[in-house]
Protein backbone atom coordinates (compact mmCIF):
# COMPACT_ATOMS: atom_id res chain seq x y z
CA UNK A 1 0.00 0.00 0.00
CA UNK A 2 1.39 3.19 -1.36
CA UNK A 3 2.21 5.98 1.10
CA UNK A 4 1.47 9.70 0.44
CA UNK A 5 3.54 12.54 0.83
CA UNK A 6 2.71 13.24 4.45
CA UNK A 7 2.66 9.02 5.07
CA UNK A 8 -1.03 8.94 4.96
CA UNK A 9 -2.57 5.94 2.92
CA UNK A 10 -3.13 6.99 -0.37
CA UNK A 11 -6.34 5.32 -0.80
CA UNK A 12 -7.55 7.27 2.70
CA UNK A 13 -6.56 10.43 1.85
CA UNK A 14 -8.39 9.88 -1.71
CA UNK A 15 -11.41 8.62 -0.10
CA UNK A 16 -11.59 11.79 2.60
CA UNK A 17 -11.40 13.96 -0.67
CA UNK A 18 -14.24 11.96 -3.15
CA UNK A 19 -16.39 11.04 -0.29
CA UNK A 20 -17.76 14.26 0.22
CA UNK A 21 -18.03 15.02 -2.93
CA UNK A 22 -19.73 12.16 -4.57
CA UNK A 23 -22.53 12.80 -1.58
CA UNK A 24 -23.27 16.48 -3.19
CA UNK A 25 -23.20 14.47 -6.57
CA UNK A 26 -25.87 11.92 -5.28
CA UNK A 27 -23.59 9.02 -5.60
CA UNK A 28 -21.62 6.62 -3.15
CA UNK A 29 -18.18 6.14 -2.61
CA UNK A 30 -18.00 2.25 -3.72
CA UNK A 31 -14.22 1.68 -3.07
CA UNK A 32 -10.95 3.37 -3.65
CA UNK A 33 -8.41 1.45 -4.75
CA UNK A 34 -4.23 2.18 -5.70
CA UNK A 35 -2.83 -0.45 -7.10
CA UNK A 36 0.45 -1.20 -9.35
CA UNK A 37 -0.05 -3.09 -12.55
CA UNK A 38 3.01 -4.04 -14.26
CA UNK A 39 5.02 -1.09 -14.31
CA UNK A 40 2.25 1.16 -13.95
CA UNK A 41 0.09 2.64 -10.63
CA UNK A 42 -3.66 3.03 -10.75
CA UNK A 43 -6.30 5.08 -9.09
CA UNK A 44 -9.33 3.14 -9.19
CA UNK A 45 -12.56 5.08 -7.66
CA UNK A 46 -15.71 2.76 -7.75
CA UNK A 47 -18.77 4.51 -7.72
CA UNK A 48 -22.38 4.02 -7.58
CA UNK A 49 -26.13 4.77 -6.74
CA UNK A 50 -29.67 3.41 -6.79
CA UNK A 51 -30.59 2.38 -10.25
CA UNK A 52 -26.43 2.44 -11.14
CA UNK A 53 -24.36 4.76 -12.44
CA UNK A 54 -23.88 5.36 -16.22
CA UNK A 55 -20.80 7.07 -18.32
CA UNK A 56 -21.75 10.59 -17.59
CA UNK A 57 -21.70 9.83 -13.46
CA UNK A 58 -18.16 8.21 -14.43
CA UNK A 59 -17.35 11.14 -16.32
CA UNK A 60 -18.06 13.88 -14.33
CA UNK A 61 -16.65 12.21 -11.14
CA UNK A 62 -13.64 11.82 -13.29
CA UNK A 63 -13.69 15.75 -14.09
CA UNK A 64 -14.56 16.92 -10.24
CA UNK A 65 -11.84 14.17 -8.37
CA UNK A 66 -9.10 15.02 -11.07
CA UNK A 67 -9.31 18.62 -10.15
CA UNK A 68 -9.32 18.12 -6.27
CA UNK A 69 -6.55 15.21 -7.05
CA UNK A 70 -4.36 18.42 -8.85
CA UNK A 71 -4.99 20.98 -6.05
CA UNK A 72 -4.19 18.57 -3.12
CA UNK A 73 -1.51 16.82 -5.08
CA UNK A 74 -1.41 14.09 -2.45
CA UNK A 75 0.24 11.27 -4.88
CA UNK A 76 3.99 11.28 -5.08
CA UNK A 77 4.43 8.86 -8.54
CA UNK A 78 2.71 9.60 -11.61
CA UNK A 79 -0.50 6.98 -12.03
CA UNK A 80 -3.49 6.38 -14.33
CA UNK A 81 -6.96 7.79 -12.83
CA UNK A 82 -9.88 5.70 -13.77
CA UNK A 83 -13.65 6.23 -12.35
CA UNK A 84 -15.65 3.41 -12.85
CA UNK A 85 -18.96 1.41 -11.56
CA UNK A 86 -18.40 -1.39 -8.97
CA UNK A 87 -20.35 -3.56 -11.25
CA UNK A 88 -23.07 -6.50 -10.95
CA UNK A 89 -20.44 -9.07 -9.68
CA UNK A 90 -19.18 -6.15 -7.13
CA UNK A 91 -16.41 -7.38 -4.80
CA UNK A 92 -17.82 -7.03 -1.27
CA UNK A 93 -14.77 -5.24 0.71
CA UNK A 94 -16.20 -3.17 3.18
CA UNK A 95 -17.95 -3.82 6.50
CA UNK A 96 -20.83 -2.39 4.80
CA UNK A 97 -20.83 -4.17 1.50
CA UNK A 98 -21.51 -7.05 3.72
CA UNK A 99 -24.45 -5.57 5.95
CA UNK A 100 -26.20 -4.57 2.57
CA UNK A 101 -26.21 -8.03 0.91
CA UNK A 102 -26.81 -10.55 4.27
CA UNK A 103 -29.43 -13.19 2.15
CA UNK A 104 -27.40 -12.41 -1.19
CA UNK A 105 -25.97 -14.85 -3.34
CA UNK A 106 -22.51 -14.59 -3.46
CA UNK A 107 -19.06 -15.69 -5.01
CA UNK A 108 -16.19 -17.11 -3.11
CA UNK A 109 -12.48 -17.70 -3.61
CA UNK A 110 -10.60 -19.10 -0.21
CA UNK A 111 -6.81 -18.51 -0.57
CA UNK A 112 -6.59 -22.25 1.33
CA UNK A 113 -9.67 -24.86 0.72
CA UNK A 114 -11.72 -25.66 3.51
CA UNK A 115 -12.60 -29.35 3.89
CA UNK A 116 -10.78 -29.51 0.03
CA UNK A 117 -13.00 -26.83 -1.32
CA UNK A 118 -11.63 -23.37 -2.48
CA UNK A 119 -14.54 -21.64 -4.51
CA UNK A 120 -18.23 -22.42 -4.01
CA UNK A 121 -21.35 -20.12 -4.59
CA UNK A 122 -23.85 -19.58 -2.06
CA UNK A 123 -26.07 -17.43 0.16
CA UNK A 124 -24.30 -14.14 2.49
CA UNK A 125 -25.95 -15.60 5.75
CA UNK A 126 -23.47 -13.33 8.51
CA UNK A 127 -21.13 -10.86 8.71
CA UNK A 128 -19.32 -9.81 12.16
CA UNK A 129 -16.57 -9.57 13.28
CA UNK A 130 -14.73 -10.22 10.05
CA UNK A 131 -15.91 -13.77 10.45
CA UNK A 132 -18.28 -14.58 7.26
CA UNK A 133 -20.94 -17.78 6.94
CA UNK A 134 -21.86 -18.77 3.38
CA UNK A 135 -24.81 -21.31 2.65
CA UNK A 136 -23.89 -23.13 -0.26
CA UNK A 137 -25.94 -24.00 -3.04
CA UNK A 138 -25.26 -27.37 -1.90
CA UNK A 139 -26.78 -26.58 1.72
CA UNK A 140 -23.54 -26.57 3.38
CA UNK A 141 -22.89 -23.70 6.05
CA UNK A 142 -18.99 -22.42 5.71
CA UNK A 143 -17.42 -20.57 7.92
CA UNK A 144 -14.07 -18.37 7.63
CA UNK A 145 -12.27 -15.22 8.13
CA UNK A 146 -12.40 -12.41 5.51
CA UNK A 147 -8.88 -12.66 5.25
CA UNK A 148 -9.11 -15.61 4.12
CA UNK A 149 -10.40 -14.84 0.59
CA UNK A 150 -8.85 -14.54 -2.20
CA UNK A 151 -12.50 -12.86 -2.75
CA UNK A 152 -15.85 -12.38 -2.38
CA UNK A 153 -18.31 -10.81 -4.87
CA UNK A 154 -21.90 -10.98 -5.46
CA UNK A 155 -22.70 -13.48 -7.65
CA UNK A 156 -24.91 -12.84 -11.07
CA UNK A 157 -27.89 -11.52 -9.68
CA UNK A 158 -29.82 -8.13 -9.69
CA UNK A 159 -29.01 -5.92 -7.14
CA UNK A 160 -30.85 -2.86 -5.70
CA UNK A 161 -29.37 -0.12 -3.23
CA UNK A 162 -31.55 0.20 -0.40
CA UNK A 163 -30.40 1.89 2.26
CA UNK A 164 -26.72 2.51 2.29
CA UNK A 165 -25.59 5.11 4.19
Request: aromatic share 8%; charged share 30%.
Amino acid sequence: MSKSRNGQNTVSIVTELAKPALEEMGLILWDVRFEKEGANWYLRVFIDKKGGVDINDCENVSRKLDKMLDEADPIDQSYIFEVSSPGIERELVKPWHFSQYIGHRVQVKLIRPVDGVREFTGRLETFADNAITITTDENQAVCFQKKEAAFIKLADEEIELEGIE
